[in-house]
DNA sequence: CGGTTACCCTGGATGC
DNA sequence: TGCATCCAGGGTAACC
């Protein structure tokens, strides 16, 4: 479920609750969501180690433990956190316990898609996540931006959505994005022309703080805040989930489609305010 | 190599 | 009510 404006707030929900603090354990009760080492080392170096800090990087959760290294937790689609819960959660992956005051802090995961990564340092964390990600999409440059795009000749939504090229975008806030920029999500992803390259990247950073600001995108049984509550973004958004309702620019209804490279999940689209065909150059130079 | 598809999992909603 | 079917925001292995 989560994307980069949901990881970011779990993030921020996270820190207050871990950073400063000792854990008292850490308990997983699904060993096959691990990787990097056994949960009898997890649990063995996570005994009274202190949360140095907690962060996000593209869609990944990273927990620094002081001196003993990192978690990274990768929520993927239904994975997600709860603190301050009378009871226990459902489909709890993952129980942190504080030492004092004795909390307990649960990652929970529907669909076990998720993934739990242990590294030694920041140095092969940085390496692991650089190997299958571009910049963050919060942070990238319009003309890093430009160069990605130019390199491949697949549709503009799942370039968008490839982490390699920039890390944090999926499938909602994709659309969002092309909406914003007035970009079909068929479209080329080398032939857009630079202008358009602008209003991409210019479209990018507002969308994303938006949703961010909003606490996220929370539909059905989906992704909640650390709290338990639903985020905002879909009470505000232009077109995830709107199909057949008005678009915000011209009042044409929303297009709910499926665009090829993009098998089974949905593309919402204005018809007219994104047109297919590549705008014709006035003149070829 | 670049691009596309199958598949990993399961719960909830919808339809008959 | 009960059962089958479809759907889902991600990511990667395997394939062409």
Not at 24 to 47: I, K
């Amino acid at each position: 479920m989560p994307e980069l404006p949901e990881v970011e707030t779990m993030v921020r929900g996270l820190r207050p609750a871990l950073e400063g603090r000792r854990l008292a354990s850490a308990e997983l009760h699904d060993p096959s969501m691990l990787l990097g080492c056994t949960s009898e080392e997890l649990a063995a170096r996570c005994v009274g180690a202190v949360v140095s800090g907690v962060g996000r990087r593209g869609k990944w959760v990273v927990v620094e433990l002081a001196d003993a290294g990192l978690i990274v937790i990768q929520p993927r689609m239904t994975g997600g956190f709860r603190l301050v819960e009378p009871d226990r959660p459902g489909h709890v992956r993952l129980t942190f316990r504080l030492a004092s005051p004795d909390a307990s802090i649960w990652f929970c995961d529907a669909r076990r898609l998720g993934r739990i990564l242990w590294f030694d340092g920041p140095e092969q964390a940085d390496a692991a996540f650089a190997r299958a990600h571009g910049p963050d999409a919060l942070a990238i440059g319009r003309d890093d931006l430009a160069a990605r795009l130019k390199r491949t000749r697949r549709a503009v939504k799942p370039a968008l959505m490839d982490q390699k090229v920039l890390a944090g975008i999926g499938n909602i806030y994709a659309d969002e994005i092309l909406f914003e920029s007035r970009l079909h999500p068929t479209r080329v992803s080398a032939e857009l022309r630079p202008a358009e390259v602008d209003r991409l990247h210019a479209a990018i950073r507002p969308v994303l703080t938006r949703a961010i600001e909003a606490e996220g995108a929370s539909f059905d049984a989906g992704y909640r805040t650390v709290l338990g509550l639903e985020g905002g973004f879909l009470a505000v958004n232009s077109m995830y989930g709107r199909a057949g309702r008005p678009c915000k620019g011209c009042g044409a209804p929303i297009l709910k489609t499926k665009i090829p490279g993009l098998i089974g999940r949905p593309t919402y689209l204005c018809p007219a305010c994104q047109p297919e065909k590549r705008p014709r150059a006035r003149r070829d130079a």
